[in-house]
């Protein structure tokens, strides 16, 4: 305008000048650029321009220098805004290796790279937990420590920072005008306050991510609506911190790793070194295409090495090389996928310090391309530690299963070698009795026993009487050790069975009837109409458990009734059923016997049917000695009685109440006691059963006698005063009974002999199972054969099993019944037993009678001696019987 460049614009020369002096040196024009932006004052105020322009030098003064310039100006704010915001966008976008730690940083200095457009910035993730979103802040700057708006986590519900605006953002980007929140900010670039902030969310389908929060260029002009800039800016870091978040969640999805290689390569080649298995890919040559370290590490090798062809299955230990080439040629010839474990040559080290095979799991499947497999890709993983855990829980087992086996052989050769002694003790005393009974009856009725004689007599019977009764009571602490033992041990089973609990009571009481009678005790026996209005008929029990804990009760109501000055002396037995509170049928006062180590609900066992649960209870009440309540307090305890003057007077071990106890509550049942000094006791207990739909009932009266005898010892009958001798009548002449006894102890084998003689039998004897086979071999017919089990040369099981045998290819014509005669009666030893060929088990101690009345039963067309039979000892035909 009539002035100089450098009058006009001052500000401008020195930058200028170059190009005036270029033109006028070459006397050409000359194109330039400004890399520089130019403020310019505008109509909206100070806006950020570039421009470029051309100096043409115009006319020609005499010395040569021209008369002046033609400046040709154009304006490429546009393209240049353009460049430099494209250039920051595309450097953000290119960001290496991008994780979860370092998006957040790796983005915030990429953007600090282009401070002019964005002069400030804040980024917080969004924490998704439960229904509440947490904002944590990931990186900032231009905002300085302690400004109100610089907070480091919130709640985007919340009121704090500038939570209000990123939730009414939402989604979409919401332009915020400046206000005094803004205040005091260390602005970038050019240092000047925008006038509006974007909140950009960062999202993806499925969720927010997080916020970006920016200052404008406050030298451009910016509608209310973001413009493409903020809209590329706010895709490209959507995308980087969506990238981060898919990498952070693929370390734990490894087994979707065809997957994630379809969604990003940058989250598979992140997940693949970072893996904690082994990954290859090989080609159909044998050799390496790729693989992470773990993968070389697992197979003891450096990442550097190369492997030729299959020079791979070389580190495979040699016995398994075969597997590993059958799976290559299954995957080479289009297979799905194989899932191996081999053996390496590598060693691994034992949690104990041995050495072994280190083990490897390899699942591969084939890449393919157009249906073509290209090369096969695998994934390892370490399994040594299971391998050895495996082995090594193996072993424990088998010496667990060694210990148990050697618990139930010591408890075989306890019970064989202390009931042996006590089988002759009994015979031999009732041996006695039966003497003293004869020498009674063999004399005239006219004649009279000298008085010294007569009181020798009486004294012997007494004798003979105190011993059976000493050889009972020893028999009874011998049975309840060892079923304590076997509690101790978990070795005692359970047999549930379909039984009508009327009954199982009923075929109990009648084994003490006479006793009751010869003692004079008056007995009730009371079923409780709950049974009626449960309709309970076939219920899932253990007939020889149940049987053991009522006849104990019942035994120790006997004995301290008997013990009592209380008239009238009275047991009541009672019984019922409940669905849900078995206690209530029980006094209040009940003593409940404290719960042992909590095992396992047998009833919970599938044996014992799908069937409605019913709570049967049974009452002891007697009026007998009673107790106090310190005294019951001992009563369940091991090896515990009231007071000490109860063993002293009464007898017994101090186990038979604390193995009820044990059972019980193995039945998911208690046990208790309501009792008043010098009143009587009341004892009760209640087991859980299931209702039979389909029942196929056993004999209660046969199983329950059985199980008396197996777990609670002798009881005291009713004295037999017939002795052996017949005393039945009968048209025909009665039949001698045959007898081969099979038995290696001298004593027993003598004792027994002579009472079966005595009952008038013909006994032929055997030291074992070789001599008895030698003695039916030979022609010899017997009626039956008693066949002991632990012998030596051949035991009585092996003996069996041959004469079954014999008989069934013809070397014997007729079937001999025999009775395995033995102390060893675990329920595994009645099987085998029954399996060898035994008709019928009789357990040692037992009297003759006993055995001869089996005998009867086996072969009823043969007349044998015939007396009232005692209970003990005698175990019908096999039938529910376990120790």
């Not at 008396?708 to 010892?713: E, V």
Request: hydrophobic share 40%.
């Amino acid at each position: 305008m009539g002035r100089t460049f450098l009058e006009g614009l001052p500000d401008r020369w020195e930058s200028r000048k170059p190009y005036f002096e270029q033109a006028r040196r070459t006397k050409s024009g000359v194109n330039y650029t400004w890399q520089d932006p130019m403020l310019v004052e505008r109509g909206n105020g100070i806006e950020e321009i570039f421009i470029m322009g051309t100096l043409v030098p115009i006319g020609q003064r005499p010395d040569g220098e021209p008369e002046g310039f033609y400046n040709a100006i154009v304006e490429t704010t546009e393209l240049r805004l353009d460049e430099r915001r494209l250039a920051m966008l595309n450097q953000m976008a290119s960001l290496p290796d991008v994780t979860a730690a370092t998006a957040w940083p790796l983005m915030l200095a990429t953007l600090d790279t282009n401070a002019a457009d964005v002069p400030l910035a804040m980024m917080y993730e969004a924490d998704h937990i439960g229904d509440k979103t947490i904002l944590r802040l990931r990186g900032q700057y231009g905002v300085p420590e302690g400004h109100p708006l610089l907070v480091e986590q919130a709640d985007l519900s919340s009121n704090i920072g500038l939570s209000p605006e990123c939730r009414r953002a939402d989604r979409d980007i919401l332009m915020i005008d400046f206000d005094h929140r803004f205040a005091d900010m260390a602005w970038r670039g050019y240092g000047v306050r925008p006038k509006q902030i974007a909140i950009l969310p960062l999202t993806e389908p499925s969720r927010i991510n997080g916020y970006l929060i920016v200052g404008t260029n406050p030298y451009r002009p910016y509608e209310h609506t973001p413009g493409p800039f903020l809209n590329n800016l706010r895709r490209v870091s959507s995308s980087i911190v969506s990238t981060a978040e898919k990498a952070k969640e693929a370390d734990t999805r490894q087994h979707k790793l065809q997957a994630d290689l379809d969604w990003s390569e940058n989250t598979v080649r992140h997940l693949v070194e970072h893996a904690s298995v082994g990954m290859c890919n090989i080609d159909l040559n044998g050799r390496i295409i790729w693989a992470n370290d773990h993968f070389f590490t697992l197979h003891g090798l450096p990442p550097s090495q190369k492997i030729e062809r299959l020079a791979l299955f070389d580190m495979y230990a040699d016995e398994d090389r075969p597997i590993a080439d059958q799976a290559w040629n299954d995957l080479a010839q289009g297979a799905s996928h194989v899932n191996i474990e081999l053996r390496l040559k590598r060693f691994y080290t034992t949690p104990l310090g041995d050495q072994e095979s280190a083990h490897i799991q390899v699942l591969a499947f084939p890449y393919k391309e157009k249906g073509a497999v290209k090369s096969i890709m695998a994934a390892t993983t370490d399994i040594s530690r299971l391998k050895w855990a495996s082995h090594f829980q193996a072993r424990l087992a088998a010496e667990a299963r060694e210990a148990k086996r050697q618990q139930e052989a010591f408890i075989d050769v306890v019970s064989h070698e202390m009931r042996n002694p006590l089988s002759a003790i009994v015979h031999c005393a009732d041996e006695i009795t039966k003497s003293v009974s004869e020498v009674k009856k063999s004399m005239p009725p006219t004649s009279t026993i000298p008085s010294e004689l007569s009181t020798a007599l009486q004294d012997n019977a007494k004798s003979a009487g105190v011993i059976l009764e000493c050889a009972n009571h020893q028999k009874r602490i011998i049975d309840d050790v060892l079923t304590l033992s076997r509690l101790d041990s978990m070795l005692l089973s359970f047999r549930p069975s379909a039984t009508k609990p009327l009954k199982l009571i009923s075929s109990i009481t009648r084994l003490f009837e006479a006793e009751l009678k010869q003692k004079d005790i008056s007995y009730d026996v009371t079923p409780d109409p709950s049974l009626a209005d449960l309709h309970v008929e076939y219920l899932y029990l253990d007939i020889s458990r149940v049987t053991q804990i009522f006849i104990n009760l019942v035994t120790n109501a006997i004995k301290f009734v008997q013990g009592s000055e209380n008239t009238p002396q009275k047991i009541t037995i009672s019984y019922g059923a409940s669905l849900h509170s078995p206690r209530d049928f029980f006094p209040q006062d009940m003593y409940w016997a404290s719960q042992g180590s909590k095992s396992a609900d047998v009833t919970e066992n599938s044996e014992w049917g799908n069937g409605e649960a019913v709570y049967l209870t049974f009452k002891v009440e007697d009026t007998g000695i009673g107790m106090s309540e310190d005294e019951i307090n001992k009563v369940f305890e091991r090896f515990r009685q009231a007071t000490m003057r109860t063993h002293v007077k009464y007898g017994g071990s101090g186990l038979g109440l604390f193995i009820s106890k044990e059972l019980a509550e193995k039945q998911g049942g208690e046990i208790g006691v309501a009792s008043t000094p010098g009143k009587g006791s009341t004892f009760g207990f209640y087991i859980k059963t299931k209702r039979a739909e389909n029942p196929k009932p056993v004999s209660t009266s046969t199983t329950t006698s059985s199980n008396l005898r197996l777990g609670l010892g002798a009881l005291k009958m009713p004295k037999a005063d017939a002795g052996l001798s017949d005393t039945t009548t009968s048209n025909t002449a009665p039949q001698t009974l045959h007898v081969l006894l099979v038995e290696d102890n001298l004593i027993n084998q003598q004792v027994l002999v002579r009472q079966l003689r005595k009952a008038g039998c013909l006994v032929d004897v055997a030291n074992h199972g070789s001599e008895a086979l030698t003695i039916l071999d030979s022609g010899k017919l017997f009626d039956v054969v008693l066949m002991d089990l632990e012998m030596p040369v051949m035991d009585g099981l092996t003996a069996m099993q041959e004469i079954r045998a014999r008989e069934s290819d013809g070397r014997m014509k007729d079937r001999v019944p025999m009775i395995a005669v033995t102390a060893n009666v675990r329920k595994e030893q009645i099987e085998s037993a029954r399996q060898a060929g035994a008709d019928s088990v009789m357990q040692k101690p037992f009297k003759a009678i006993e055995l001869v009345h089996m005998m009867k039963e086996l072969i009823p067309q043969i007349k044998t001696p015939s007396s009232e039979p005692t209970t003990p000892g005698l175990i019908g035909p096999l039938s529910g019987m376990m120790l």
